[in-house]
């Protein structure tokens, strides 16, 4: 983001108060301001800019934080989908990909594993370095998902345990 973007929103009363009371964790109404902000850019005009980019990713950090995952999903995803539109930089479009691959790694880890199967799927697009990230991403990811299988089946060996402890005791 440039400096004029930087000046343009840090300048806006709306998006300081926002930025305080998130660091109170005071997040939804921080959360009202961030909207705010955002209908301010829009009336300007400014709803295409990476300025409108980086005041939604903190809306959508905000939901996170305040455990609405439903709408910081939401937000992340038009994070993601604007960024190709706003701007052809792969660096930018690789963080917001990134971004929601993060949420949906602590949200919903099955959809974490789907996006990341795309991304790697199309990691020509992707500049060397963040491949490598993307790669380090998704190796954590499965080593994610095969500690939650192991820990699902010892629940499962578990339970059968007991069921068949259950059953003996019936038949004595």
């Keep these: 983001m440039s400096d004029a973007d930087q000046k343009q929103i840090l ?3 709306e998006f300081e108060k926002a930025l305080k ?5 005071r997040y939804t109404e921080s959360e009202g301001y961030l909207k705010e902000t955002l209908k301010i850019l829009k009336q300007a005009g400014q709803d295409k800019t990476l300025s409108y980019l980086y005041v939604l990713k903190r809306l959508a950090y905000v939901s996170f934080l305040d455990h609405r995952y439903t709408e910081s999903e939401k937000y992340f995803k038009v994070c ?3 960024t190709s539109v706003v ?3 792969p660096s930018n479009i690789f963080s917001s990909q990134k971004n929601l691959l993060l949420f949906y790694t602590y949200a ?3 959809s974490a594993a ?3 199967e795309q991304l790697i799927k199309d990691i020509e697009d992707t500049l060397p370095v963040h491949s ?3 790669c380090f991403l998704m190796g954590v990811l499965k080593f994610s998902l095969t500690l939650i299988e192991r820990v699902l089946l010892e629940e ?3 339970n059968c345990k007991e069921l068949v402890q259950k059953l003996s005791q019936v038949r004595a």
Excluded at 21 to 25: E, R
């Design 11 to 13: 300048g806006l009363h």
């Design 132 to 134: 490598k990230e993307l």
């Design 114 to 116: 789907t996006l990341g």
């Design 21 to 25: 009371l998130m660091v109170d964790k």
């Design 108 to 110: 919903n880890i099955e």
């Design 156 to 158: 499962r060996l578990s």
């Design 80 to 82: 993601s989908e604007l």
């Design 87 to 89: 701007t052809s930089n």
